[in-house]
């Protein structure tokens, strides 16, 4: 019967060591749930409000210590690109393309990195890898660009048509259309896609510049009726001026930048510079460069 009791002992001593493993076990599995949490959580912090520059030292970190988790990829390439640094996250993206779990998103975003590193044929190639059932607003504005580069005009508006109905909040690919327009000397068609493009975000100063340049190319001098501050006003006066004198305006020209000097709330040097040149019979576009 001693035996049996030390056996007894013995045997439940073991089933709870047993027990004392699982939990432990069990609690281990739910702190790396929590781990998980709290890193995606400061993944997405880090995307959406830490500065670009913390962003890729955070991600690189991540990466170091688990070199295979494709969402940190997919946040060094993110953060690379916002922080101006394309040729770079074109590497990461090219990595996380290679990833067995990657997705045809991952590409869409690989191709992006590479046109803003200039890399077009690249660009194109990467896009042509996705299969067309993958259709997103990115996936459309990009090859769109890619179109425009190659002055492929109908593929590039077919492409834009596309992309602006795959998104609430079309304003900068309306820009981009526009400016496709306007250097293929559709004046009338970029006029109207830049005021499309204001609707949206009316604070958006590349579609007003590029709005006053569509007008002035088509010989109308007055600034359109939208919101913009005192400092824009003289900027925007600034390009019509540019604008009437690159079409042989000149007396326009000289009219439209005095205005831009007394409307600009500090001295307008550019303007001035511009002014002087055309008085002097010099060049403006080097004065104003």
């Known amino acids: 019967m001693r035996h049996i009791g030390i056996l007894l002992c013995l045997t439940g001593t073991v089933f709870v060591s047993a027990c004392e493993k699982?939990?432990?076990?069990?609690?281990?599995?739910?702190?790396?749930?929590?781990?998980?949490?709290?890193?995606?959580?400061?993944g997405d912090l880090?995307?959406?409000?830490?500065?670009?520059?913390?962003?890729?030292?955070?991600?690189?970190?991540?990466?170091?210590?688990?070199?295979?988790?494709?969402?940190?990829?997919?946040?060094?390439?993110?953060?690379l690109v916002r922080a101006k640094r394309p040729t770079e996250a074109a590497a990461v993206w090219a990595q996380a393309v290679a990833h067995p779990e990657a997705n045809e998103e991952d590409k869409v975003q690989y191709a992006d990195a590479l046109i803003r590193a200039n890399e077009w044929?690249?660009?194109?190639?990467?896009?042509?890898?996705?299969?067309p059932t993958h259709e997103s607003f990115e996936r459309y504005r990009l090859e769109a660009m890619v179109a425009d580069s190659k002055k492929d005009w109908?593929?590039?508006?077919?492409?834009?048509?596309?992309?602006?109905?795959?998104?609430t909040q079309p304003s900068s690919v309306l820009n981009n259309w526009g400016y496709s327009k306007l250097t293929r000397g559709a004046y009338g068609d970029a006029e109207r896609l830049f005021t499309e493009a204001l609707t949206y975000d009316r604070s958006l100063y590349t579609a007003k510049n590029n709005l006053?340049?569509?007008?002035?190319?088509?010989?109308n001098y007055q600034l359109p009726v939208m919101e913009m501050t005192q400092?824009?006003?003289?900027?925007?006066?600034?390009t019509m001026a540019l604008t009437a004198i690159k079409r042989g305006d000149i007396s326009m020209g000289k009219q439209l930048l005095t205005e831009a000097i007394a409307t600009h709330p500090q001295h307008f040097d550019v303007a001035v510079r511009a002014l002087r040149a055309l008085e002097g019979g010099g060049s403006v576009s080097q004065s104003a460069g």
Not at 22 to 42: I, Q
């Open 22 to 42: 699982s939990g432990d076990a069990e609690v281990e599995r739910a702190l790396k749930g929590l781990n998980a949490l709290d890193e995606s959580n400061l």
């Open 46 to 79: 880090m995307l959406n409000a830490a500065s670009p520059e913390e962003a890729v030292t955070y991600f690189r970190r991540v990466l170091t210590d688990n070199p295979d988790r494709i969402d940190a990829m997919r946040g060094l390439g993110r953060s």
């Open 121 to 131: 044929d690249r660009a194109k190639a990467v896009l042509d890898s996705v299969p």
């Open 154 to 167: 109908a593929r590039a508006d077919s492409f834009y048509e596309i992309a602006v109905g795959l998104t």
């Open 212 to 219: 006053v340049m569509a007008r002035g190319a088509q010989g």
């Open 231 to 238: 400092i824009e006003r003289a900027q925007l006066l600034h």
